[in-house]
């Protein structure tokens, strides 16, 4: 076995007390005598002493990162990826908690949109506004994770309680379960860590922008700690009318741990959002471009508009190490998110007469789910070989309520009957006109409910001091019904999909030195039918009936790779190519309600990736990396797609964040960030078209006094005007990313 194996999560110390690196020998009874046999050596004076060496582990209140690389990370988080993340054959890219304080983006969707390989998707009424994501150009909405574990709902996310971002590209179903074609996004909470520390931070900037949190995390006793995160930000949105974005929120973590082998934990979990839904300019057609309008131009209606979100999600822990090489974890949680809005989407442009629609956009969607996982982790040795052995079970419930409303406009109050959406000038809308809305109530209710188990094993093998082998199996079952009901007349519209699927995961990692691996792995996935649980449209990956006795699409990755440790060990360079094969694929053929639907399609990705972290030298360190993606429908029931790439997609997208530390008290660095052009369209890239960008930001710090440093950022520094995504129909619009904006933030640790 390798010298430099690691246990996993599950099987390290539990105790929640400093651990004891280095202990004096026990000294003798007195008048106890020396074992027969042994030599007595006489005692030697002080002054001729050998001197003793004792060296410590410096404890980090980042658990998983190197504390001489602030942003490179060792180890996932999850206990099914037991080895280091350099012996790991499977890309996982780890953003670090320092990393993503330097970015000086608070929320979720503004911090995978600066990563390779990952563009935004759109929102509206037949899916959900919020976190969207492609990876590998593969919708990811249903794929997010907190603690590895699903968190259902399209819901808008904040960084502040988070300790890491992992991304796992490429089919991951092995360990994720169903969906994660492109991948899958893990957001790692802040639990109590080993030591106890304070920090406060207050963010002003342009924009009205005001950002206050705090981290506090303590001991109480030998067997107790606590974390606390509180959040408060009141903002305006760079670049924009009359758009804003309000949230506070709050994390509570507790860990028991009454004998040094047994670990309980509980936390809670709080964001609520209130903010202005921001669905940016109208699309030119007829030059294939977003009109070339004023940036800050807003097309809603602040009388009607609106948006609010909340999350509450509360999860209990156990750790339990069995035995030397036996461990048990699991994990309870309850979730409950909201996510309401109405939304003006900047639609069908009317050219001659200088207006555009302001259609509203509406949802009114409750999530609740309620998971259990519990894995054993057991280390035996066979025939000379080290095996890591995970296996589990996870049972799941998830309940989806959407009230479809029913709503008169009108210009002015009170109402004298349905006027429709309003025209705004093309050129100059006015979102602060009088506008009143009267809701008549709810007309229908969706709601959506799941059912799935899921049984897995993993196995890390250790074939000698070069060879890793990682295999895994999960059996899932997905069980999903579908019930709308008409609230006037009471009808009843029912349907129901049941689908059973096995993944698997097979990779190998060979150590030519210590500090260089090469890897292979091949993986599927499944997208079993009525995935998306934010939609029920057939358009959307919803229930609809023409798919509900489909198979599950299925998918395969082959990927081969390089990983080097290089720089002293704190700098991480991966690279890889790699292919998914989806089969099995659904496609509309026909059109309206005479469509029908087959598993006729086929569809392929191949690409290449360079991905870096850690620190070049002891001051200087990188984050970031390039993907180049090459995407094509291989068949379909429609001809037409036949050789057509993907929607959502940069064929080329690269991202570098550099940082370097002057001297003990100044750091400076910058981020620079490149998306080649994009197409919309749903299932096949059409003639609308994004531009290309580059972003650059800059960012530094200076260390006042031991306790306090102040630092700032500039993002988007040269106030380029560019997309972060298109809507797929007919009338198309553009998010317009955010302008130039400053932040002066100030650190004071206790």
């Known amino acids: 076995m390798s010298s430099n194996y690691r246990a996993p999560l599950s ?19 007195h008048g106890a005598q020396p074992p027969a046999g042994a030599e007595v050596q006489p005692a030697m004076p002080a002054d001729e002493l050998d001197p003793i060496d004792v060296r410590a582990e410096r404890l980090n209140e980042h658990p998983y990162a190197d504390p001489d690389a602030p942003y490179r990370t060792i180890n996932s988080a999850s206990p099914l990826l037991t080895e280091p993340l350099q012996e790991t054959p499977k890309s996982v890219q780890v953003l670090s908690a320092d990393y993503i304080d330097d970015l000086g ?27 969207r994501f492609f990876i590998r150009g593969f919708d990811v909405r249903n794929d997010i994770y907190v603690d590895g574990v699903r968190d259902p709902g399209v819901a808008i996310r904040d960084s502040f309680g988070v300790e890491q971002i992992e991304i796992l590209r490429g089919p991951s179903s092995a360990f994720a379960g169903r969906g994660t074609t492109g991948g899958a996004v893990s957001l ?50 760079p670049g924009r009318n009359a758009v804003y974005n309000n949230r506070w929120g709050l994390a509570f973590a507790a860990e028991w741990s009454p004998i040094q082998d047994l670990r309980l934990g509980a936390d809670y979990y709080h964001l609520k959002t209130d903010y202005m839904p921001d669905w940016g300019v109208p699309y030119d057609l007829a030059n294939n471009r977003p009109f070339d309008v004023n940036r800050e131009n807003f097309y809603g209606l602040t009388q009607r508009d609106f948006g609010r979100s ?61 998971v259990n996982q519990t894995q054993l982790t057991w280390q035996p040795v066979w025939g000379g070989m080290q095996h890591t052995i995970v296996g589990g079970y996870e049972v799941s419930g998830e309940r989806i309520l959407n009230r479809q409303g029913s709503f008169t406009e009108c210009a002015t109050d009170p109402c004298t009957g349905a006027t429709g959406n309003p025209r705004q000038d093309l050129y100059n809308p006015n979102p602060y006109r009088p506008w009143a809305t009267v809701d008549n109530g709810v007309v229908s209710r969706n709601r959506i409910e799941v059912a799935s188990r899921a049984v897995y094993l993993l196995d890390t093998i250790h074939l000698n001091d070069q060879w890793r082998l990682l295999g895994g199996l999960r059996w899932d079952t997905y069980d999903v019904e579908l019930r709308n009901v008409t609230v006037a007349t009471g009808a009843l519209t029912a349907r129901e999909s049941s689908s059973s699927f096995l993944n ?63 720089f002293g060990g704190h700098l991480d360079v991966t690279g890889a190519i790699f292919q998914i094969d989806k089969t099995d ?55 037409a797609q036949i050789g057509q790439p993907f929607p ?12 370097y530390q002057v001297n003990d008290q100044l750091n400076l660095g910058g981020t620079a960030i490149y998306n080649s052009e994009r197409a919309g369209g749903g299932v096949v890239a059409t003639r609308t078209r994004l531009p290309d960008y580059w972003r650059f930001d800059l960012f530094g710090g200076y260390q006042l006094t031991d306790q306090v440093e102040v630092s700032f950022n500039v993002l988007n520094v040269t106030d380029e005007v560019y997309y972060d995504a298109l809507y797929r129909s007919g009338t198309p619009f553009s998010y317009i990313a955010p302008g130039r904006s400053v932040q002066l933030r100030v650190d004071y640790d206790f």
């Open 648 to 659: 959502n997609v940069s064929e080329t997208s690269f991202t570098l964040t550099s940082r």
């Open 188 to 237: 790692i909470t802040k639990q109590p860590a080993p030591v106890d520390f304070g920090d406060l931070e207050l963010v002003v900037g342009t924009d009205s922008l005001t950002r206050a949190s705090l981290d506090v995390s303590r001991h109480i006793g030998d067997t107790v700690a606590i974390r606390f995160n509180g959040l408060y930000q009141d903002s305006n949105t």
């Open 504 to 566: 698997w995961h097979l990779g190998a990692a060979y150590l030519v030195r210590p500090n260089i691996t090469l890897y292979a792995n091949v993986a599927s996935s499944s997208n079993p039918s009525g995935e998306q649980l934010d939609s029920t449209g057939l358009d959307y990956g919803g229930l609809d009936a023409r798919i509900v006795d489909l198979d599950p699409e299925r998918n395969i990755a082959w990927e081969l790779g390089a990983k080097a440790t290089l």
């Open 310 to 370: 909340y999350v509450d999600v509360y999860t209990l822990t156990g750790d339990w190490r069995v035995g030397e090489n036996l461990s048990l974890h699991s994990i309870i949680r309850y979730g409950d998110t909201g996510n309401a809005y109405t939304a003006s989407a900047p639609e069908q442009p009317n050219v001659a007469l200088r207006t555009v629609g302001a259609n509203a956009k509406r949802r009114n969607a409750i999530t609740e789910y309620l």
């Open 585 to 639: 694929a659904r496609t509309v053929v026909g059109s309206g309600a005479s469509a029908i639907v087959t598993n006729d399609g086929e569809q392929r990705v191949r690409g290449a990736e360079f991905l870096v972290a850690g620190n070049i030298t002891d001051q200087w360190s990188v984050f970031g990396g390039i993907t180049l993606l090459d995407t094509e429908v291989l068949a379909s029931g429609q001809p």
């Open 11 to 29: 099987l390290r110390a539990l105790s929640l007390g400093l651990a004891a690196v280095a202990a004096p020998l026990p000294a003798m009874a």
């Open 105 to 131: 983006a608070g929320g979720l969707r503004e911090i995978m949109t600066i990563q390779p390989g990952v563009t935004l998707g759109t929102g509206e009424g037949g899916n959900a506004f919020g976190d």
